[in-house]
Nanobody
């Protein structure tokens, strides 16, 4: 089992910044792919960004150039730095982890989510 605990959400004005953190524990290691998803009310949960063990990253088009995902393998922690926030970024943000070679729909572990609210 893998446990994921997010922190760092909150309320921020448009144009502001937040940094989310996700601490992983249990049967996880640096080979896991780590990701951040978000779900707004009435919408599906969407992938925001993910990072592989070698530091290879990928982002949703809507956040490219504004968000940065990073990981500290020594601390088993993944971060999401969010800059130039927009009201449409408002959502519950979830941390996720999966073994390399699997998909998010199988063998993935999820955190409990943290609310991010961006006011206009």
């Amino acid at each position: 089992q893998v446990q994921l605990v997010e922190s760092g959400g909150g309320l921020v004005q448009a144009g502001g910044s937040l940094r989310l953190s996700c601490a992983a524990s249990g049967r996880t290691d640096s080979t896991y792919v780590m990701g951040w998803f978000r779900q707004a009310p009435g919408k599906e949960r969407d992938l925001v960004a993910h990072i592989r063990s070698g530091g290879i990253t990928a982002y949703a088009d809507s956040v490219k150039g504004r968000f940065t995902i990073s990981r500290d393998n020594a601390k088993n922690t993944v971060y999401l730095q969010m800059n130039s926030l927009k009201p449409e970024d408002t959502a519950v943000y979830y941390c996720a982890a999966r073994p390399f070679g699997s998909t998010w729909g199988q063998n993935a572990y999820w955190g409990q989510g943290t609310q991010v609210t961006v006011s206009s």
